[in-house]
């Protein structure tokens, strides 16, 4: 059974960085693409950026382009994001995903139906 398990959130100020973590067990996830997603209170979830294990490709949110990197250590099973220039509008639950359905198109990554297995989510707060 596949666990993902998001760590590293929390309060940080205008400007700060973060950098969240989530491991994944329960699966080989070569085949896999792992992606962060966030919500805010009273709105919907939010692609974030997504990477495929194999390969690597990266896939990003308009906004957080030049902030965030999205990245995966292999050998831990672990996928990360970097968190730069934080900004009060980046206050979210922020959730990992995994997703095993190809085909991967890039402009199904965004999609949160494409991922079957979810994290606890983890609070990042950016306080202004």
């Known amino acids: 059974q596949v666990q993902l398990v998001e760590s590293g959130g929390g309060l940080v100020q205008a400007g700060g960085s973060l950098r969240l973590s989530c491991a994944a067990s329960?699966?080989?996830?070569?085949?896999?693409?792992m992606g962060w997603f966030r919500q805010a209170p009273g709105k919907e979830r939010e692609f974030v950026a997504a990477i495929k294990w194999s390969g690597g490709s990266t896939y990003y949110l308009d906004s957080v382009k030049g902030r965030f990197t999205i990245s995966r250590d292999n050998a831990k099973n672990t996928v990360y994001l970097q968190m730069n220039s934080l900004k009060p509008e980046d206050t979210a639950v922020y959730y990992c995903a995994a997703s095993d359905s190809p085909p991967f198109y890039s402009f199904t990554l965004s999609y949160p139906n494409k991922y079957s297995y979810w994290g606890q989510g983890t609070q990042v707060t950016v306080s202004s």
């Open positions: 329960g699966r080989t996830f070569s085949n896999y693409v």
